[in-house]
């Protein structure tokens, strides 16, 4: 008598889950990027005391996904690469966009969150904001410049893995 049931496993669809991660990681970070910063700078979050603190953990929980989605991307990367040519090791396109992708997410959560946060910590109430200005515009035109960067790549590997999944039918 079998106990376990004899089920065929598929091979997983590369192509489609990397599409999948980059179309969420896509519509996230522009829903991030077009709403959520907007409305929170309009209704006055800098203003607020706990702003700092409140940041972080928005930023940090989201740069976390980002991690989640870049490391499926890039393994999914290595995985369709090397599965499309067995024994050569070649880097392609899309495995140089993916580890790319990757650095980013993993710059945004370590370096540029953290160092955004601990700036806006050491403002008090009393303080301008002009005297923090320069050292956060610096940070908020690498993460904007980061952000575009990611954008373009992350629409570049969507293309890429589209078209490589529309030869495939």
Known sequence: MNTFPSRRFQQVNWPATIMFALGFWLSASLV???L????????GM?????FASAGYTIFGTFNHVELICAALVLAGS??????????QVKI????????ILLAIAII?????TPQMSAWGMSLTGSESLEQMAMPMKTMH?????LEITKLVLATSLLKM???SSCNLV
């Open 161 to 163: 893995f589209y078209r």
């Open 108 to 112: 945004y959560t370590y370096i540029l």
């Open 32 to 34: 991030f990027d077009c």
């Open 141 to 145: 035109v690498a993460y904007w410049s």
């Open 36 to 43: 959520v910063i907007p409305g929170l700078l309009t209704s």
């Open 46 to 50: 800098m203003s607020q005391n706990g």
């Open 78 to 87: 290595l995985v369709w690469n090397y599965s499309s040519s067995p024994g």
């Open 92 to 99: 392609d396109r899309s495995v140089l966009f993916a580890g």
